[in-house]
């Protein structure tokens, strides 16, 4: 009998070093799998960091936009202002000097017209 349970004990050392070994590689599984998962977290933050800057500047850089295109707009106002200045004073030139033309052109015509009355009078 003693040989029998020295048997039974060798056999069931070895099945509970057989355990051992494989809660040993269920322990290394899960702390390898903590790792991934502390990996996965940190890339996730990194990942959010980024996106966070990529916003931040993202804003920044539409601002900037925003800033230079008002800046222009108020440019181009200003040059249409300034240019509507210069047309309406062209425009009052070629008036004036169109209602000069005017003026010589009837005074041309009474000129022509009391010379020409004149000479019908001479000759009457």
């Known amino acids: 009998m003693d040989h029998a349970n020295d ?4 056999e ?6 057989e355990v ?3 809660f040993r590689q269920v322990d290394a599984n899960f702390r390898n799998v903590n ?4 990996n996965v977290d940190g890339n996730f933050r990194e990942v959010n960091a ?3 800057a990529l916003r931040i500047e993202t804003y920044e ?3 900037q936009l925003r800033k230079e295109v008002n800046e222009r707009i108020d440019e181009l106002r200003k040059e249409t202002h300034d240019n509507f200045r210069l047309i309406e004073a062209k425009i009052d030139e070629l008036r004036n000097h169109n209602d ?3 003026r010589w052109l009837v005074g041309l015509m009474l000129t022509s017209m009391l010379g020409m009355a004149a000479l019908l009078i001479k000759t009457i």
């Open 35 to 38: 790792a991934n998962f502390r």
């Open 100 to 102: 000069a033309q005017f």
């Open 61 to 63: 850089r539409i601002n």
């Open 12 to 17: 069931m050392n070895v099945r509970f070093q």
């Open 7 to 10: 048997t039974l004990r060798a």
């Open 20 to 22: 051992r070994a494989d």
């Open 50 to 52: 980024r996106i966070d």
